[in-house]
């Protein structure tokens, strides 16, 4: 189970009407789209947007659900890196109700050069700033 104060980061998130099936929770798919919207705000924090984001793809999802988000409800979406490879790195993510835990999992990346769709290592200067922000360091592989 994640725990809270291992997480750096957080990004606050509403849950809108259209984002809920109807048996009146959120459907089940919008989580990633949260899980998503995190991970940019994450990205944004450490200083890479825009121009500057990095050419990732996603070569792994998944989530556990613990209990349902409703319309209206407040949202914490904590992000960090939980760990950082040669060419890939895992994001480990949790939504939070206040300080209920509703819904945590993961997301892997693996890193590309623009329009080659090949993988490269993820640059030096990357690696460094993620391991300067979190306070719960990455592991290493």
């Known amino acids: 189970m994640t725990c809270r104060a291992d997480f750096t ?9 259209a984002e809920c099936d109807p048996q009146g929770i959120v459907f089940n798919v919008n989580y990633f789209l949260y899980f998503d919207v995190g991970i940019t705000e ?6 890479f947007s825009g121009d500057t984001m990095l050419e990732f793809y996603t070569v792994n ?3 556990d659900f613990h ?3 409703v319309f209206d409800d407040e949202l914490r ?4 890196c939980a760990r950082l490879g040669t060419k890939s790195m895992t994001i480990a993510m949790a ?4 300080d209920e835990l509703l819904t945590e999992g993961s997301l892997t990346y693996v890193n590309a050069e623009p329009g080659t769709k090949n993988t490269v290592p993820l640059p030096p200067h990357v690696i460094e700033r993620i391991e300067e922000f979190e ?3 990455p592991a290493r592989k």
């Open 67 to 69: 209990s349902s988000a």
């Open 42 to 47: 994450y990205m944004r924090a450490l200083g």
């Open 95 to 98: 939504i939070y109700r206040g």
């Open 61 to 63: 999802a998944n989530a």
């Open 77 to 80: 979406i904590g992000v960090r």
């Open 135 to 137: 306070t719960t360091p």
């Open 9 to 17: 980061f957080f990004h606050p998130l509403r849950v809108r009407w």
